[in-house]
C-alpha cells in the first residue's frame, strides 16, 4: 500500500479514465488498472459504472492487490456467489458479504487513508428507482470509507441479482440504468474533460440486442410497481448501443482511446475461480500489450510517461 502521509500525486490531468461494467469480466480491466499502477501512472479524474466502481475506487486506493482480488475470485468469494448466494436468500450477489462484509473483516481491506490522499477527482453512477434520476457520488462526497462501498455497492447493484440498501432513503440500483447506460464516459464529460481512456469489458463490434418478449414480459412484471425501473430496463439496450455509437465517433474524432478486451472469456456471472483468474492475467497480458498505445495517447509518445522498476517485465503478477 501507498504511505499515505506521502504526497500522492497525478501525472495525466488533461484526460480521464473510465471504466466500463460488466460485473466479473471487469476482472479484466482490473489488469489494466494494475498495470497502469504498476508503471506509476496516475490519472487525476477515474470514473465507473457498477463494476467499473470498484475498480475505480479500487485504482484510486493504489492497491494492487486488492484492484487483482476483487475480482480474480477466491474460494471464499465464491461462496457469496451463484447458488450458495441464491440458497441463503441473499440473491445471485451476496452484497452485504462481498461489499461492507469483506471490508470489515479484513477479506478485502480498503486502504482509506492513501484512497484520501489522492487528489484525483472521481465519479460512480447509480439509478434512483423511484425518480428515475441519475445519481452521481464524487470526491466532496467520500467523506468516511463505509459510505463509499455502499455507493460503489449501489453502483453494481443488478435488480433481481443483489438486494438494494438505501442510502438516505433512496433506493438505488446499477448506475448501467441511468445516464450513458453503462459507458461513464458522460461523467467525465460532465466533470469537464474532452480527452479519455475507455477501458471497455465488451469485444469490439459488440452490441446489445433488443429484449425478447419473454424477457420483456418478466421485467414488467418484476418492474409493475416502478415505472421508471421498468423503463429503464426495457429501453437500456438501445441507449447502450446509441451511447457506444457516440463513444466510437468521439474515437474517431482522436478524443477517446478505447481499449476493447482481445476476448473477453467470462461473463458477467462467472463464478469459477479458475476462468476469473485466467482472465485477469490475458488481461494482463493485453494491457502490457497496450500500454504503449496509452502512453502516446495520454503523453505523446509510446515511450513516454513514467515507467516500472528496473527489470520489470509486464508480467510479474500480484500474489
Same mark, same amino acid.
Given at each position: 500500500? =501507498?504511505?499515505?502521509?506521502?504526497?500522492?500525486?497525478?501525472? %495525466?490531468? !488533461?484526460?480521464?479514465?473510465?471504466?466500463?461494467?460488466?460485473?466479473?469480466?471487469?476482472?479484466?480491466?482490473?489488469? $489494466?488498472?494494475?498495470?497502469?499502477?504498476?508503471?506509476? &501512472?496516475?490519472?487525476?479524474?477515474?470514473?465507473?459504472?457498477?463494476?467499473?466502481?470498484?475498480?475505480?475506487?479500487?485504482?484510486?486506493?493504489?492497491?494492487?492487490?486488492?484492484?487483482?482480488?476483487?475480482?480474480?475470485?477466491?474460494?471464499?468469494?465464491?461462496?457469496?456467489? #451463484?447458488?450458495?448466494?441464491?440458497?441463503?436468500? *441473499?440473491?445471485?450477489?451476496?452484497?452485504?458479504? &462481498?461489499? =461492507?462484509?469483506?471490508?470489515?473483516?479484513?477479506?478485502?481491506?480498503?486502504?482509506?487513508?492513501? +484512497?484520501?490522499?489522492?487528489?484525483?477527482?472521481?465519479?460512480?453512477?447509480? +439509478?434512483?428507482?423511484? *425518480?428515475?434520476?441519475?445519481?452521481?457520488?464524487?470526491?466532496? !462526497? /467520500?467523506?468516511?470509507? $463505509?459510505?463509499?462501498?455502499?455507493?460503489?455497492?449501489?453502483?453494481? *447493484? @443488478?435488480?433481481? $441479482?443483489?438486494?438494494?440498501?438505501? &442510502?438516505?432513503?433512496? %433506493?438505488?440500483?446499477? #448506475?448501467?440504468?441511468?445516464?450513458?447506460?453503462?459507458?461513464?464516459?458522460? $461523467?467525465?464529460?460532465?466533470?469537464?474533460?474532452?480527452?479519455? %481512456?475507455? @477501458?471497455?469489458?465488451?469485444?469490439?463490434?459488440?452490441?446489445?440486442?433488443?429484449?425478447?418478449?419473454? =424477457?420483456?414480459?418478466? &421485467?414488467?412484471?418484476?418492474?409493475?410497481?416502478?415505472?421508471?425501473?421498468?423503463?429503464?430496463?426495457?429501453?437500456?439496450? =438501445?441507449?447502450?448501443?446509441?451511447?457506444?455509437?457516440?463513444?466510437?465517433?468521439?474515437?474517431?474524432?482522436?478524443?477517446?482511446?478505447?481499449?476493447?478486451?482481445?476476448?473477453?472469456?467470462?461473463?458477467?456471472?462467472?463464478?469459477?475461480?479458475?476462468?476469473?483468474?485466467?482472465?485477469?492475467?490475458?488481461?494482463?497480458?493485453?494491457?502490457?500489450?497496450?500500454?504503449?498505445?496509452?502512453?502516446?495517447?495520454?503523453?505523446?509518445?509510446?515511450? /513516454?510517461?513514467?515507467?516500472?522498476?528496473?527489470?520489470?517485465?509486464?508480467?510479474?503478477?500480484?500474489?
Amino acid at each position: 500500500m =501507498e504511505n499515505a502521509a506521502k504526497k500522492l500525486e497525478s501525472n %495525466v490531468t !488533461d484526460c480521464a479514465l473510465v471504466f466500463e461494467g460488466g460485473g466479473y469480466r471487469a476482472g479484466y480491466t482490473a489488469a $489494466m488498472a494494475n498495470v497502469l499502477l504498476a508503471n506509476g &501512472i496516475y490519472f487525476d479524474y477515474v470514473c465507473g459504472v457498477s463494476a467499473g466502481a470498484s475498480n475505480t475506487v479500487d485504482y484510486l486506493s493504489r492497491d494492487q492487490k486488492r484492484t487483482r482480488d476483487a475480482f480474480a475470485s477466491t474460494d471464499w468469494v465464491s461462496g457469496h456467489v #451463484g447458488l450458495p448466494s441464491i440458497a441463503h436468500g *441473499t440473491g445471485y450477489f451476496d452484497a452485504d458479504a &462481498i461489499y =461492507e462484509g469483506a471490508v470489515v473483516n479484513g477479506t478485502f481491506p480498503f486502504d482509506w487513508e492513501t +484512497f484520501r490522499a489522492n487528489p484525483a477527482g472521481f465519479g460512480l453512477q447509480a +439509478f434512483d428507482r423511484d *425518480t428515475g434520476r441519475t445519481v452521481r457520488f464524487g470526491r466532496d !462526497d /467520500a467523506t468516511e470509507l $463505509m459510505g463509499l462501498i455502499d455507493f460503489v455497492r449501489a453502483s453494481s *447493484t @443488478l435488480p433481481g $441479482m443483489m438486494r438494494p440498501k438505501p &442510502i438516505d432513503g433512496h %433506493v438505488l440500483y446499477d #448506475g448501467g440504468l441511468g445516464q450513458g447506460a453503462g459507458i461513464g464516459v458522460c $461523467m467525465a464529460e460532465a466533470a469537464g474533460y474532452e480527452k479519455f %481512456v475507455f @477501458l471497455a469489458t465488451r469485444e469490439k463490434g459488440y452490441r446489445k440486442t433488443e429484449p425478447a418478449p419473454a =424477457e420483456v414480459a418478466v &421485467i414488467k412484471r418484476a418492474a409493475a410497481d416502478y415505472p421508471y425501473l421498468r423503463q429503464a430496463l426495457l429501453t437500456r439496450w =438501445e441507449r447502450y448501443n446509441a451511447e457506444l455509437d457516440r463513444v466510437e465517433g468521439l474515437a474517431a474524432e482522436g478524443r477517446c482511446l478505447i481499449i476493447y478486451p482481445d476476448h473477453m472469456p467470462v461473463s458477467s456471472t462467472t463464478v469459477s475461480p479458475a476462468k476469473l483468474e485466467a482472465s485477469y492475467q490475458m488481461g494482463w497480458q493485453q494491457a502490457v500489450r497496450d500500454l504503449p498505445r496509452v502512453r502516446e495517447f495520454v503523453f505523446g509518445d509510446r515511450d /513516454a510517461g513514467p515507467h516500472g522498476p528496473n527489470g520489470w517485465d509486464g508480467y510479474i503478477t500480484i500474489g
